[in-house]
């Protein structure tokens, strides 16, 4: 199972997933909502409003053998720069 954050906007993150679902032997590709409320560490106050558009989104990408991991990896860092969206590859949420 490959886990990773991405802060960017909707369309980025609909962007990566699709382009994950076009990877063959990708057996699940699932956006999974953050049970915790994410504070921004820059503000005092969680209630402030975001500086940016971007959002966090957590995504779960179920994978058959390692190989495959490696490609979705690659994919996902390699979208995720092109659309200038910053990921971050998790052990768990």
Not at 4 to 13: D, I, K, Q, V
Not at 28 to 51: A, F, I, K, N, Y
């Amino acid at each position: 199972m490959i886990r990773f954050r991405l802060f960017g906007s909707r369309a980025n993150t609909d962007t990566v997933i699709s382009a994950l679902h076009g990877i063959d032997e990708v057996e699940h590709v699932e956006e999974v909502d953050d049970m915790m409320p994410q504070m921004r560490e820059d503000s005092s106050s969680s209630e402030l409003g975001s500086d940016s558009e971007g959002k966090l989104y957590s995504v779960e990408v179920d994978c058959p053998t390692d190989e495959v991991a490696e490609i979705v990896r690659e994919c996902a860092q390699g979208v995720s720069c092109q659309l200038r969206a910053s990921i971050e590859f998790v052990s768990e949420f």
